[in-house]
């Protein structure tokens, strides 16, 4: 079993869209329209208070659980820290996994990521992050297809 953490900036978007497709919520083999993402129950979702949070997500169909992570601007600090955590509590370190979904995120995620999470504008902001997500949807699911052969 491991445990796969996707994390970005905010924790609710790239990185949620990843953990959704791992865990089959939405299809890894063709783009979802604007509906399907939103019913994703932890897309777009977290407040501020969340951020640095590693949260479970569910468990895939190979028994490894799925967690995202808002990591804000420090991932120098914040992965090596959970790095350090893991090595402290003397687990193996095959059995954690970090995968980073920022480079997925475009102009139009940072948008209206920024409009719905930070300033609280969600009916300004949620359309616009959705259909940024859309457009990054192929990269996002080509990570989640990468992290898949890595942990088999």
């Known amino acids: ?16 869209t990843a953990a959704a497709i791992h865990l089959n919520m939405l299809p890894s ?3 979802p329209n604007e509906y399907d993402l939103l019913k994703v ?3 777009d979702a977290l407040e501020k208070k969340d951020a640095g949070k590693i949260i479970y997500r569910g468990t895939d169909e190979w028994g490894n659980l799925i967690y995202t992570l808002g990591r804000q601007f420090v ?4 992965l090596s820290s ?4 893991w090595k402290i509590l003397e687990n193996s370190s095959e059995q954690l996994l970090l995968v980073n979904t920022i480079p997925c995120v475009n102009t139009l ?3 209206g990521g920024f409009s ?11 359309p616009i992050v959705a259909k940024g997500t ?15 052969k890595i942990i088999h």
């Open 1 to 16: 079993m491991m445990h796969i953490i996707y994390h970005c900036v905010g924790g609710c978007h790239s990185s949620c």
């Open 29 to 31: 083999d063709y783009v």
């Open 41 to 43: 129950p932890f897309f």
């Open 75 to 78: 991932p120098n600090i914040v």
């Open 82 to 85: 959970i790095i350090d955590m």
């Open 109 to 111: 995620m940072r948008i």
């Open 116 to 126: 719905s999470r930070r300033l609280h504008w969600v009916k300004f902001g949620r």
């Open 134 to 148: 859309i457009q990054a949807y192929e990269n996002i699911a080509q990570v989640v297809e990468e992290t898949k």
